[in-house]
């Protein structure tokens, strides 16, 4: 609206509103008429205002509704099914197979010691008194073998217990990520807000933290496993190193020892027909 247009409108009302007066004039007030006019201006304003922030709201609603509605077929075209984990299960004839197969599919270190015991060939502790009649490279040969063995025992059950952990969580972690899908393919308003799709990310990156500790344990357990192998090789090239020492070191006396002996005895031996 055009001021001069207000101006002729405030004008009138002014007029028409004023109690008549005998036989004076009315009197027109400019600094009343500047007032009005200002707060017409402003409540002018206010109006502009108030409709444009209306529409920032609208428009806001419209997006915040927008990104809120998930697409209907999400589930059907990207679900999939991925393999998990099963329990294992082996024949059991002489019945030393089946607390491995428990340890493996349950874990915790005393199933895998007594997986160990009834399944592995136990070796036996060595005398200590014919052990203690043996020369000292012997000994050690002896010791390092029975060494090499409990580290294998060691190795073997915490592997046994890790694997076995794993396994028998699996099952749970299955359903978790079950649930993680159903809710991230959801079409329920309150899956799709922000807070619940930033706890859907925060829990499938702590899902998959967790399974790399599983993985980071498989590994670690894999090389334990080596290392045993690895120190299995290094006894056996040292110990063929040292018998070839031993052998260098001790071959002049031995052959002196067995060439005396054969001389002793072939001296020994008469061609005479009497004997002598």
Known sequence: MKPSKILCLVFSLATLLAPAAHAQ???????NYATALQEFGELEQMYTTAVETRDQIVSAYDLAYQMSQMPQDMAMRYGSQFSSWTDLAAPDVYGNTAAWINALN???QTQALTAYTSSVLQAQPYPASALAMQDANTQSVIQNQVGTSELAQGTTTSTLATLGAIRSNSEALTQKLANLESDTYSTDPTQQSEMAVL????TATLLQIHSQQDTNQILAASVQQQLVTQKQQIDAQN???????YFQQNFPNTMQQITGGVSNAIHSISLSPTGH
Do not use: P, Y
Not at 25 to 31: G, K
Not at 199 to 202: A, F, L, Q, R, S
């Open 239 to 245: 110990r063929a190193i040292n018998e070839a020492i």
């Open 25 to 31: 004039f009315a009197v027109f007030d400019a600094t």
């Open 199 to 202: 706890g859907k990310i925060n």
């Open 106 to 108: 349950l874990g915790g």
